[in-house]
């Protein structure tokens, strides 16, 4: 199961897995999530992905296989993806799909993650968001197992 939460003001996209994923589902999330960017006016390199897997299961190897390909060969490519994990094994998953690329972090917090993402942004765009200034909230989206 998964869902989304966007955050246009931001290019932000914040997704959380739980539990066991099929391939439809991953299949699904992967075209959910390239709509938010379209929904947001970015192009690849355009907006910032928060993954958190810290409730996933261990995946099976055709799941693995499929975040693999589509971290490779998504239209709309993240600028940077931090994602949380939970267990030891799932941080070994998560690795395993990132491989050595240097846009994607591994992190033990949300906090963590939050701060490397926006490491680079400027603090006026940062306030904005976080203050409520932006005039349009969050949208959600999200699915569950039929």
């Known amino acids: 199961m998964f869902n989304f939460t966007i955050d246009p003001?931001?290019?932000?996209?914040?997704?959380?897995f739980s539990g066991f994923l099929?391939?439809?589902?991953?299949?699904?999330?992967?075209?959910?999530e390239q709509a938010a960017v379209?929904?947001?006016?970015?192009?690849?390199?355009?907006?910032?992905?928060?993954?958190d897997s810290?409730?996933?299961?261990?995946?099976?190897?055709?799941v693995i296989g499929l975040f693999q390909q589509l971290v490779a060969t998504s239209e709309y490519k993240a600028r940077r993806i931090a994602i949380m994990r939970g267990s030891s094994l799932t941080r070994m998953q998560t690795r395993r799909i990132a491989?050595?690329?240097?846009?994607?972090?591994?992190?033990?917090?949300?906090?963590?993650?939050?701060?490397w993402l926006f490491?680079?942004?400027?603090?006026?765009v940062l306030g904005r968001a976080t203050a409520g200034g932006d005039p349009k909230p969050a949208v959600r989206a999200q699915a569950a197992r039929k």
């Open 38 to 51: 379209v929904a947001m006016g970015c192009g690849s390199g355009g907006f910032l992905l928060l993954v």
């Open 22 to 32: 099929t391939a439809d589902e991953v299949m699904e999330w992967s075209r959910q």
């Open 99 to 115: 491989g050595d690329k240097d846009y994607i972090g591994h992190f033990e917090t949300i906090t963590e993650a939050e701060e």
């Open 119 to 124: 490491a680079d942004m400027p603090r006026a």
């Open 54 to 62: 810290s409730g996933c299961a261990i995946q099976t190897q055709e």
């Open 9 to 16: 003001h931001r290019k932000l996209i914040r997704t959380t």
